[in-house]
């Protein structure tokens, strides 16, 4: 890697890292942070390949109140650097997936230890709000989000320098039934993602969907986008139904698309 | 304190300012008081505005410190309440400060109720899975879609929720329990189990190549390669007789997968994720689930069922 593509791919994890607390714009996701790395490492294709099967792994991976999830930011960032030193292209896709997976339980421990850290920086802020100090609160605020982006950066950083031989030796001392293994544990690790999920929001009454989105998707012609509308016209006619049902008793209320109510109201 | 003379109003510059700050609502997340810090860097600008005096100033900061955590896009409605609050309160009126910890307090619970699962759950599985299958036929498009759909959606809502929560002052809480919300939250949920059935459908990927059999073929049933004539005259024979129905193999090989994919096609897959369910309810976390499948994936190849 050149001394620009190291420094870029330092900037990018240092985003990732970011928002793996934030939560806002995304760039800890894998799609977008593999892409960015491929992108700034002028090797697109195999990162975009690594990115969308790293994020079906990660599809069911959130924060949920105080619960920190396995660590997106540094398993995108990280198998993504490994892959490009690597240099073999999308044959390396497999191999950069079963070492993101450890990585992203070393990255929840790297967050935990960042979040309690924030500690002190809070008890900073409260000292500045006794003494009225607003910048004085921006300012911890701001150091508090660099700790959290420097928590990817400087492995990031580490990754960047190690001479690539190395990398590439220890990738091709990796056995063949490892490695092929590997790749196919890394088929069957997407269904815990999708049992995260459906464990959140199975209801009885909802499970019959699921059961028509695994027969719907048997046929092979429907494409994502296309299930994607069978979806929400279910959904929509579903809340409609039981809407008029409801209303039988009383007044009707609304049009049946609660988003296009709220944003009525808006405009 | 002027309040008297004149009303102080939080503009829409001021505002927009709070939402663009409210983006940074987790940067200091801390195991004390959790999102207390992006919260109180949130509240700066309309702080500003509202309070002259020093105490006052310190007051309020120290008031929004207090501990507050739920999902980071559903904290702009309650900003949005607390700030009229605020402003009320910075007008004269008796509004306390356990009204304002009550409002935040009460409110976070029940929102987090809604923005996990219509956005970590639904939103964000739903556009990443459509992301990563395009990304994985080098589709550049793929992140793109995924990265402006969801950020124009996330801003979006964040901006109007909080103009929402801002108009209607607490009136929202009582918004909240008519339902709308809830409905919004069984449509996610709707849509978001039938993606999921198709995805464990698609994506889930397991291939027994274990040998069920191994079949001879009768002769003639399969191309002859040894007894073919020379040349070019051989490819033609192998091809038309290709073309009339003959088989490569002179045997016929089932695998395990055959069999199964001939009784219900992605049942293996939908079995596996059913079983992680289970592993999950009985708290087995995540991460040790994964690396099981890691370590089952290499022992099935070695042993040549995988």
Known sequence: MSGISIILVILVAFLAGVEGILDEFEFHQPLVACTLIGIVTGQLGPCLVLGGQLQMIALGWANIGAAVSPDAALASVASAIILVKGGQGVDGVGTAIAVAVPLAVAGLFLTMVVRTLSVAVVHQMDAAAEKGNFSGIEIWQLIAIALQGLRIAIPAAALCVIPAEIVQNFLQSMPAWLTDGMAIGGGMVVAVGYALVINMMATPEVWPFFALGFVFAAIGDLTLIALGVIGVAMALIYLRLTESAGAAAGAAAGTGDPLGDILDDYE | MAENAKKVELSVSDRRSVWLRSTFLQGSWNYERMQNGGWCYAMIPAIKKLYTTKDEQSAALKRHLEFFNTQPFVASPILGVTLALEEDRANGAPVEDQAIQGVKVGMMGPLAGVGDPVFWFTLRPILAALGASLALSQNLLGPVLFFVLWNVARMAFMWYTQEFGYRVGTAITKDLSGGLLGKVTKG????????????????????????????????GAYIDWANLPEGYEGLHQAFSQFAGGLSLEPTVVTTLQDNLNSLIPGLVPLL?????????????????IILALFIIGILGHIIGLL
């Open chain 2, 188 to 219: 996610a949920s709707i849509l978001g189990m039938f993606i999921l059935g198709a995805l464990v459908m698609r994506w889930v990927s397991i291939n027994f190549v274990i040998k069920v059999s191994e079949v001879q073929r009768s002769a």
């Open chain 2, 272 to 288: 596996l994720t059913l079983g992680c369910m289970r592993l999950l309810k009985k708290n087995v976390s995540p991460i040790v």
